[in-house]
């Protein structure tokens, strides 16, 4: 293994973000040059399994890993955004990686690089791929950054099996306008001859995703024509040309897990995985941030008798998604602490929380640039027929909250961002 470098990886990490005057730009020809100067590591991937998808990304292929590892498949993963440590974003047969090994590779990329304009997440991808190609593995799953076609994971001449978990409006400045527009981009994952599992699809969105497939002679594996997937009596009901599987319901909460766990099963199915990996898949997966339950750490302390909860959700069908969720719970009187960026649309993440919020606490996300203010998230979570007032942080607000309502269930939520800073301050 190589030698670290005497700085860390927070360190090169930083130096990497003044490579390029943009956070995002979407182009693959940094990426190309790059490669080719590391050797092409794209090139020695364990078989990939892409995901692309405006929701439910990283909820997926949690559940794909914990079904190969159930197989006994060592298993590469790579995620993004990470939420307390970028070490988050990148596992190796199935662990994180490590201090060591992460800054050596970045300081390998940096140099290699040789100052040359990059994005912060094209050259951290580069990293990636060039540990996932040095260390021996089963399987390579990579989750898309942004859209599919031109981002920086969409290297691969052929993979396994690529995936398109459902597609919503998001990221319009980059991907879009309209469903059938974003739909495209996403679709820019689909490979000549490769199949392709595709979860619930509105119309727009499937018949950009058909056209393509079609063009490439790419099989789909899609939700509703190849599976099905149902809730039944409490428990998740999967059905296939291989038969029928009856398991239990997903471990991560909300019932659009079970479309998430869907998706999931129809690539273990095809990767020729057995009933037990598939249970493995639906029962064990963990995904922080995704109505996680905290239960302990200075914030939970904090809450005492109240249920804190976590949502890094931020856009529409997230909105509908976390609802759903909150609709399925036993009764109780729900605040929300909220914080988001100021690219999101806010009033339709907030809409469908209207009906199961008493009261919203808006709060800026610590450290975040484009953090929309307290004051426009207060303005709009009223605008949605929320009650609404600011607060100048999280405890604050969870403070005010317990005060008044002790047992009250309190769902902190709106931003990756703001969920990382409390997963962080939460340790």
Request: include cysteine; charge should be negative; charged fraction near 20%.
């Amino acid at each position: 293994m190589a030698v670290a470098p005497p700085d860390g990886s927070d360190a090169i990490l930083a130096r990497m973000l003044a490579l390029h005057p943009k956070i995002i730009d979407l182009t693959l020809d940094r990426m190309w040059r790059l490669l080719e100067r590391l050797g092409h590591p794209e090139r020695d991937l364990p078989p990939v399994i892409h995901i692309a998808g405006t929701n439910g990304k990283g909820s997926t292929q949690a559940m794909i890993r914990a079904g190969l590892e159930a197989s006994g498949k060592r298993v590469h993963a790579y995620t993004s955004p990470h939420l307390a440590r970028f070490h988050e974003r990148i596992r190796l047969a199935g662990q994180l990686i490590d201090e060591p090994r992460l800054a050596a590779l970045l300081d390998e990329c940096y140099s290699v690089n040789g100052g040359e304009p990059i994005t912060y997440f094209e050259i951290t991808t580069c990293a990636a791929l060039l540990a996932f190609a040095r260390t021996p593995a089963d399987y390579t799953l990579l989750e898309v950054g942004l859209g599919g076609r031109l981002d920086a994971t969409n290297v691969v001449d052929r993979p396994r099996l690529t995936v398109i978990t459902p597609v919503s409006i998001d990221h319009q400045q980059y991907l879009g306008d309209t469903l059938a527009e974003i739909a495209g981009e996403k679709a820019g994952i689909l490979k000549r001859g490769v199949p392709c599992v595709v979860g619930p699809q509105e119309d727009a969105a499937l018949e950009v995703i058909e056209s393509r497939a079609a063009r490439l002679g790419a099989p789909l594996i899609a939700q509703g024509q190849h599976w099905h997937v149902a809730e039944e009596r409490g428990r998740l009901v999967f059905q296939d040309e291989t038969g029928l599987l009856d398991l239990p319901p997903p471990g991560l909460p909300g019932p659009h897990q079970f479309d998430n766990a869907g998706a999931a099963l129809a690539a273990l199915r095809h990767l020729g995985c057995d009933a037990a990996a598939c249970e493995a898949a639906v029962a064990r997966a963990e995904w922080p941030a995704r109505m996680q339950r905290l239960t302990s750490g200075p914030l939970a302390d904090m809450a005492a008798e109240a249920q804190l909860w976590l949502d890094g959700g931020h856009n529409p069908a997230a909105g509908h998604a976390i609802a759903a969720t909150l609709s399925r719970m036993p009764p109780a009187e729900t605040h929300l602490i909220c914080g988001m960026l100021n690219t999101k649309d806010i009033a339709g993440y907030l809409r469908p929380l209207a009906a199961h919020a008493v009261h919203l606490h808006a709060v800026d996300i610590p450290g975040e640039a484009n953090t929309l203010p307290a004051e426009a998230t207060r303005k709009a979570a009223e605008t949605a027929g929320i009650p609404a007032s600011t607060a100048t942080s999280v405890e604050q607000a969870l403070a005010a909250i317990t005060a008044r309502s002790p047992h009250a269930r309190v769902l902190i939520c709106g931003s990756l961002y703001l969920a990382g800073r409390i997963l962080q301050s939460n340790g």
